[in-house]
């Protein structure tokens, strides 16, 4: 896993120039997502929903920071339980009550701790630098970056004594190419600014249309902020795709050890990201603003030794929430009764009509819906101001059609379904109480037998 990653930026997803050689491999040997989304464009929530297999207003995990409020069955949880030996390196981001499941774990401390033993230090951040978009050039020699960290830690994971002999699942997270943009000095000159091109019509197309900003320094991390010198947006835009061209070779690394061990033949990969980027797209970098393609659509690669895929592209929508059933599916797991996401293997297969109908994301007040051809963002601090955009080919999220009287019935049909999904998604406290039936659901069923939710049932009839 990258962290905001743009959908976009590798040369199998046709990129015009950034180099992506080991996944561009990867994805021929397996199969590749067209219309892959996560479930928001924040890390933890992401994060939590890709591990859980349920959306944010289920697991209830918002922001950055803080620990769930159920004990959610997860991948990794249901893998330990299997018997897999479970491990994780580079960034983690997700709560305590998924990540103490790691029996083995080297994350962003340890690699703060390692630089601090080796009297090594990263560029700072400061006013200055984040107004140049934190973009720079890495104070770390290549091989002591953070990615090239994170690679090593996962060929320590994967050459231990005992991993051949027992099952694993090792989540391997790269933090970059999420800020700070700063690439090691021997890459920071393999893209140049030219090549990163300056849409001016369309940067201010995207300012006017917006109806929402996000209250941070991404804010200013756009073209408009640096009219006197483009070039510095530019540079920046190419050390974004610098980061994501060393990921590729230190994930090769990782890949060739897989070999090495002889342990390919036995090991599905996955490639994906948490959420996306804006990577230079409307003049825009970073992810400043919830519900657009940019940045809820990600990356996903699905490679199993054991299947032909041969690098088909699958075009049918799929969602992060998706991946965790699919494993289990795969490797003779039950899926856990809370899981919401739906099997990816269909959609491998190529059975007619697989895929889903809907995507859904969200933060705290954007609810973001879509389709193959439409998608409907509900902001609940004015409801009556929202967006409605056609997507695909030849769509244009910058020209908003909510007010369209031509496109009544599709915003209609539109926030009907968000509206069903919101319900399906919101579990009620007292879950037993029969003032309102509530639809036959696994999850309805697992949450009502769960103790903590008994004693809510009662605390809440007392209070009636």
Same mark, same amino acid.
């Given at each position: ?25 990867? =994805?021929?040997?397996? *199969? ?46 249901? $893998?330990?339980? *299997? ?48 107004? %140049? ?17 994170? $690679? ?36 920071? +000159? ?28 991404? +804010? ?14 530019? %540079? ?15 994930? !090769? ?6 070999? +090495?061990?002889?342990? =390919? ?11 996306? +980027?804006? *990577? !230079? ?79 859904? $994301?969200?933060?705290?007040?954007? %609810? ?11 902001? !609940? ?12 080919? !030849? ?12 496109? *009544? ?24 109480? %029969? ?30």
């Amino acid at each position: 896993m990258t962290d905001e990653h743009h959908a976009g930026c590798l040369g199998s997803a046709g990129h015009p120039f950034v180099q992506t050689p080991n996944l561009d491999a990867l =994805a021929q040997r397996g *199969a590749w997502f067209r219309n892959a989304f996560s479930c928001s464009a924040i890390c933890a929530p992401s994060r939590t929903s890709f591990m859980s297999g349920t959306y944010l207003r289920t697991h209830n995990h918002f922001g950055n920071s803080g620990d769930l409020q159920r004990d959610l069955p997860h991948m990794v949880s249901e $893998a330990r339980k *299997a018997g897999y030996r479970t491990g994780v390196c580079g960034k983690s981001g997700v709560p305590d009550k998924i990540f103490q499941h790691f029996e083995w774990a080297q994350i962003s401390r340890d690699n703060a701790a390692y630089l601090k033993a080796k009297g090594l230090e990263e560029v700072k951040s400061n006013p200055e630098f984040n107004q %140049k978009f934190e973009s720079g050039i890495s104070k770390l020699p290549y091989k002591e970056h953070e990615i090239a960290w994170t $690679a090593d830690r996962a060929i320590d994971f994967l050459t231990d004594r005992g991993v051949g002999e027992q099952p694993f699942l090792l989540w391997c997270s790269f933090g970059p190419p999420h800020s700070p943009h700063i690439p090691p000095k021997e890459l920071d +000159d393999l893209y140049q600014p030219e090549q990163i091109p300056v849409d001016w019509d369309a940067y201010e197309r995207f300012e006017r249309s917006r109806l929402g900003q996000r209250a941070m320094i991404e +804010d200013f991390w756009k073209i408009g902020s640096v009219r006197h010198d483009p070039g510095m947006f530019q %540079k920046a835009v190419c050390r974004y795709l610098a980061l994501i061209t060393m990921v590729d070779r230190e994930l !090769g690394r990782v890949l060739q050890t897989l070999e +090495d061990q002889g342990l =390919a033949e036995d090991t599905i990969v996955v490639f994906t990201a948490d959420h996306g +980027d804006f *990577a !230079g797209n409307f003049g825009q970098l970073g992810k400043n603003i919830a519900g657009y393609d940019d940045l809820l659509r990600i990356p996903l690669i699905y490679y199993d030794p054991a299947r032909q895929d041969h690098g088909r592209c699958v075009e049918s929508l799929c969602q992060s929430v998706d991946l965790f059933p699919t494993l289990c599916e795969r490797l003779g797991l039950e899926v856990p009764p809370s899981v919401q996401g739906e099997s990816l293997y269909p959609a491998l297969d190529g059975c007619p009509g697989a895929g889903r109908d809907y995507i859904f $994301a969200e933060t705290h007040n954007t %609810k973001t819906i879509r389709n193959h051809n439409w998608k409907l963002n509900f902001y !609940g601090v004015h409801p009556h101001q929202g967006e409605l955009h056609r997507v695909g080919p !030849g769509g244009d999220e910058t020209d908003n059609l909510w007010d369209a009287p031509a496109c *009544a019935h599709i915003k209609t049909e539109l926030m009907t379904e968000l509206t069903a999904w919101m319900i399906r998604c919101e579990q009620a406290h007292s879950m037993n109480w %029969k003032a309102e039936e509530f639809m036959r659901t696994r999850w309805y069923d697992w949450l009502r037998d769960q103790p903590h939710e008994s004693e809510g049932q009662a605390h809440w009839l007392n209070v009636v």
